[in-house]
């Protein structure tokens, strides 16, 4: 009896030791796979009790094949995976370990996500435009990690929640709207309204989160759209008719601002001949009957002389 005691005894020590020796490193705790605007990510906090500095290993798989590594010996408490080969539609999960040294702790695996289903949706980008008393609510959808939001939930809505500034208690709701421009007319002129939208789908239960508060001031009365229209076209044909018409017409226009400037005859015969000075006089040039020459008498009196000197003199006219 008391022999089988202790072989007894022996064999539990010997199964303590090796469970001990083996499980030296303690495994990653809460470890949990999550997707945020169709991105996969693992996350998990250190082993318990653990002070010392580690590095991880993660990896994931579809429910179809086997894993692939993801991040190895990364100190962060989190791995994305990038692959191209996640899809939106698939089924995932994901597995960590922790590494001191040669050391390494078992595997733990994650919960099991299906994209499509299980994403958290980030919130629109809502931009308004006032036009007279009504606003017009421009939705951008989220950027996605893997698609577009339209490819992935074709029948995506966006339920609209707006409200006067001055009384919040008054809130008006347009629900399962598909545009992604939506105008909100009938609001009172001159008031500030606030505009919140979120996005509904019917494959994944939640929906996604709020976006931000717009707010923007209305106008005094409404601008009648099509004013502007034809004043822009008006504006629009007049220019170009102008640069048709002086495309056209640009000799005509020309001649009209800058006239040519028509010599008699008899100018443009004077005009056209070298001058005089620079030629021998040659009656085959000239043809014009040059100037007579007359001649007068110059008397010139000298100092202290009584004598006049008769001397002829010629000046031409």
Known sequence: MAASV??????????CGSAA????????????????NMDLVLR?????????????????RSLATGYNNGCTNTSALKCEFTS???????NYTGRVRAHRGAE???????????????????????????????????????VFKQSELRETYTSATYNITYWKSSSKEEVE??????????????????????????????????????????????????????????VTFVVMA????????????????????????????????????PPPSLLPFNPFIYPVSLPSEHCDQVSIVADHRTEEEEEGGCSTT
């Not at 202790?6 to 199964?15: E, Q, R, S, T, V």
């Not at 499980?23 to 796979?33: D, E, K, Q």
């Not at 939208?197 to 409404?222: A, F, K, L, W």
Request: proline share 7%; net charge negative; with cysteine.
């Open 104 to 142: 390494s702790s078992s595997w733990v695996e994650s919960n099991v996500i299906v994209m499509d289903r299980h994403t958290f949706i980030g919130p629109p980008d809502v931009t308004l435009h006032v036009t007279g008393t009504s606003l017009e609510v421009s939705i951008k959808d989220p």
């Open 6 to 15: 202790c072989a007894f005894i022996l064999a539990l020590y010997a199964l």
């Open 238 to 273: 007049t220019v170009v008719t102008l640069v048709v018409t002086l495309v056209v017409y640009w000799k005509q226009i020309s001649k009209f601002l800058c006239p040519e400037v028509v010599l008699p005859p008899h100018f443009e015969e004077v005009c056209g001949l």
């Open 84 to 90: 191209s080969s996640i899809t939106v539609h698939g």
């Open 173 to 230: 709701t347009m629900s399962d709207m598909m545009q992604d421009r939506v105008v909100l007319s009938d609001l009172d002129p001159l008031s500030e309204y606030c505009v919140q939208v979120q996005i509904i789908t019917n494959m994944n239960p939640r929906p996604s989160e709020y976006s931000d508060v717009v707010c923007e001031r209305t106008g005094d009365v409404d601008a009648a759209p099509w004013v502007a229209a034809v």
């Open 21 to 36: 020796g083996s499980g030296g490193l303690s495994a990653p705790t809460h470890v949990r796979l999550t997707s945020y």
């Open 44 to 60: 998990w906090d250190p082993p318990e009790g653990t002070t010392d500095v580690l590095t991880y290993t993660a990896e994931y």
